[in-house]
C-alpha cells in the first residue's frame, strides 16, 4: 500500500482500494462489454456512427499476443474490475503502431470501462501505479501517450498528472495529440512514490 503525498494535487494520498494486475483470458467478457461503452467508444474514434471502441480488437487473440512488450492489465476497485490500461514499449511492440520511435520509451493507453467509476479518481490512481511499473525499468527515460485530439477531457487529466503535449499526429485516420511524461518531471511531481518502486512491481519478463 503506498499512501505518499505529491504536490500536484494538494496531496492526495494513492487510492489504496485499487490495484492493477495482468489481463488474461477470463478477462476477455469485461474488453468486449467496455468495447461497447458511449463513452469509451467517443474517446477512442470521432465516428459517430461507431458501435465498439476498438473495432479492430479481437480480445481473446490481443490477450494471448501479450509480451514483455505489450501487456493489458486490469484495474480492480475492492476486487470490482473497473477498467483497463495497455502499457507497450513503443519500439519493440510487434504491431510497430507508434512507427520510428526511440528505444527505452513506454506507451500507456487506459479507459475505465464501468461508467459509475469515472470522475472519482480512481483514473488518476491508475496512471499512478502504471506509471510506477513503467519507470521501476531504469532504462526508461519517457511515458508517451496518444489521446484523440478531440479528448479535452483527457488531455486536462494528462496535464494535471504532469504530461506535456508533443503535438498532433495522424495514427491511421485517428487524430492524435501526443504527450509526454520525462522521468524527470515523473521525479519531480510524485516524489515519493519515485522514491519507493518496489522490486515486486516490476514488469514480468
Ligand atoms: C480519462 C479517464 C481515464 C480519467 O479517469 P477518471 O477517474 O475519470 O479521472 P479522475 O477522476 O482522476 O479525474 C477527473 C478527470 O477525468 C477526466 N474525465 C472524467 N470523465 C471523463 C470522461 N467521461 N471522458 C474523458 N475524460 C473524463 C476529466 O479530465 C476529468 O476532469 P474534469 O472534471 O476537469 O473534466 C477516464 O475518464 C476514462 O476512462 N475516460 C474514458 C476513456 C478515455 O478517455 N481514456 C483516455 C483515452 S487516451
Given at each position: 500500500m503506498n499512501r505518499q503525498r505529491h504536490p500536484h494535487d494538494g496531496g492526495k494520498p494513492l487510492n489504496a482500494s485499487i490495484v492493477l494486475r495482468l489481463a488474461t483470458m477470463a478477462d476477455v467478457h469485461l474488453f468486449d462489454r467496455w468495447d461497447q461503452q458511449p463513452h469509451v467508444i467517443s474517446a477512442t474514434t470521432d465516428?459517430?456512427?461507431?458501435?465498439?471502441?476498438?473495432?479492430?480488437?479481437n480480445w481473446p487473440d490481443e490477450i494471448a499476443a501479450q509480451d514483455e512488450h505489450s501487456q493489458f492489465l486490469i484495474a480492480e476497485h475492492d476486487g470490482r474490475a473497473i477498467g483497463a490500461m495497455q502499457i507497450i514499449d513503443p519500439h519493440r511492440?510487434?504491431?510497430?503502431?507508434?512507427?520510428e520511435i526511440q528505444p527505452n520509451l513506454r506507451a500507456l493507453d487506459i479507459w475505465i470501462g464501468e461508467a459509475d467509476c469515472l470522475g472519482k479518481g480512481y483514473g488518476e490512481t491508475m496512471m499512478r501505479l502504471a506509471f510506477q511499473r513503467c519507470f521501476s525499468?531504469?532504462?526508461?527515460t519517457a511515458i508517451v501517450i496518444d489521446p484523440l485530439t478531440s479528448n479535452i477531457r483527457a488531455h486536462r487529466f494528462y496535464c494535471r498528472l504532469g504530461f506535456k503535449s508533443l503535438g498532433r499526429r495522424m495514427f491511421d485516420d485517428d487524430d492524435c495529440l501526443v504527450h509526454e511524461l520525462s522521468r524527470e518531471d515523473w521525479c519531480n511531481g510524485f516524489p515519493d512514490e519515485a522514491a519507493e518502486?518496489?522490486?515486486?512491481?516490476k514488469l514480468p519478463v
Open positions: 465516428d459517430p456512427e461507431a458501435l465498439k471502441a476498438f473495432e479492430d480488437a511492440e510487434r504491431t510497430h503502431y507508434w512507427g525499468d531504469p532504462a526508461v518502486i518496489p522490486v515486486e512491481v
